[in-house]
């Protein structure tokens, strides 16, 4: 068999050496020019969530740390795209028994980058989970209103118990899930869905734990006492005692109804509207609220807590109209170097207001004004005010017809001089 000549086996190994060397060379210039193009950096991303994996029959109770901070190196493209769900920070606690444990952290990128981890471990507190079967209790928080019970049987949860579960501390306190009603409202059946509370034995919530299920239906049959009737009330207003001039714009009153209790044959031949006592409307021309009982017309029959009955009665005046006719219209503010020359020089005023007020009202009560001292030489349109002498809470509404007033203001030397030629004509 003959053997490569020594000579050929050297130019062999020659050229492969230039050949490696001329690759390494080539991947050197590649990456220098990656470098240049695509640079390495470092991008932090904080407050990245821990997610723990916990043990079979264990709960996490505690841990020093729930999130971390992230470092990632890599090509700025790459570092560009990131986002924070691209980072999985874990602590796994597969193995670990009870108590307290220092766990390193394990970090991963969904892309090609290195990721540093502060603080690279942290440590936790696991304790035995427990499970188990509670009764359900029903605590009224606020009872029914005067008048009404609780029906026959009581509230009826849709079930007898439920699951609680939680550290073994915890859950080992709770005695009972509670359901807590609130009854002031209520004065019929009525079913609601209610969260439950886990309580101890001295009745105080237990956080940290989970019921199963966490809300609940409870019925709640509510009647009314048989000693107590609920029975209508009407205010006796004396409407023919009002002063003459005004009228009863409003009444209302509270409650409307109260709960009067007695003997079962007198409740039942009860009338079904009971009047307060008598409210007299003399000498009243303004509103007012007045406190007053309820007569039962029967000693056999009281109402509930001596319950009073709040009135409030609306008075208004009754309203009228008056129109004054011809009334002369006047003005202020002239400069003494001028005269006015108003067109025309009388107005209609027409007034509605409180009857009482209006209809001892005279023409002389009034005064038409137009203020002329802003005013230069030269025609001019104003609107005037009216002047009286009553209550502006008895006046409705002012009107005048016209609405304006043509005002022409000349100087006065010049109407003198105007003047005093028809004078000597005359």
Do not use: K
């Amino acid at each position: 068999m003959s053997q490569t000549p020594a000579p050929a086996r050297a130019t062999t190994s020659r050229n492969l050496v230039w050949f490696l060397t001329s690759l390494f060379l080539a991947f050197c210039v590649w990456f220098i020019a990656t470098l240049d193009r695509d640079p390495v950096n470092e991008r932090i991303f904080r407050n990245v969530p821990i997610l723990f994996t916990e043990t079979d029959g264990l709960i996490l109770t505690s841990q020093s740390r729930e999130s971390a901070t992230v470092t990632v190196r890599a090509p700025q493209t790459t570092l560009s795209r990131l986002v924070l769900d691209d980072i999985l920070v874990q602590a796994s606690l597969h193995g670990l028994g009870p108590g307290e444990h220092s766990v390193t952290l394990q970090t991963s990128v969904t892309r090609n980058a290195i990721p540093d981890t502060a603080p690279r471990s942290i440590f936790v507190h696991l304790e035995p989970l427990l499970e188990r079967e509670v009764p359900v209790s029903v605590e009224v928080t606020l009872p029914l209103p005067r008048g009404f019970e609780i029906g026959a049987g009581g509230p009826q949860p849709m079930a007898d118990s439920v699951m609680v579960s939680g550290p073994q501390h915890l859950a080992g306190e709770v005695i009972a899930a509670r359901l807590s009603l609130n009854l002031s409202q209520r004065r019929n059946d009525f079913r609601d869905e209610l969260r439950l509370q886990a309580v101890n034995a001295d009745g105080d919530v237990v956080s940290g734990v989970t019921l199963a299920p966490a809300m609940m239906q409870v019925d709640v049959p509510v009647r009314t006492r048989s000693d107590i009737r609920q029975i209508s009330v009407q205010p006796n207003i004396l409407a023919d005692t009002l002063p003459e001039g005004f009228t009863l714009s409003s009444v209302a009153y509270n409650p409307q109804v109260v709960l009067v209790s007695g003997e079962p044959e007198a409740l039942d031949n009860a009338p079904d509207t009971l009047f307060t006592e008598a409210v007299s409307l003399e000498g009243r021309n303004n509103s007012f609220v007045v406190q007053t009982h309820v007569i039962t017309g029967e000693e056999d029959l009281f109402v509930f807590g001596g319950q009073g009955i709040t009135v409030s009665i609306g008075i208004t005046p009754l309203l009228t109209s008056r129109q004054f006719d011809q009334t002369a219209v006047e003005y202020i503010g002239l400069a003494e170097d001028r005269i006015a020359s108003l067109s025309p020089e009388t107005v209609t005023v027409l007034i509605t207001g409180a009857l009482i007020a209006l209809e001892n009202m005279s023409a002389s009560d009034l005064h038409v004004l137009v203020d002329l001292q802003e005013l230069g030489e030269g025609s001019h349109s104003v609107v005037p005010d009216v002047s009286h002498s009553l209550d502006t809470d008895d006046i409705d509404n002012i009107s005048i017809l016209p609405s304006g007033i043509d005002v022409t203001i000349s100087a006065a030397e010049v109407a003198s001089e105007t003047g005093g030629g028809a004078g000597d004509s005359a």
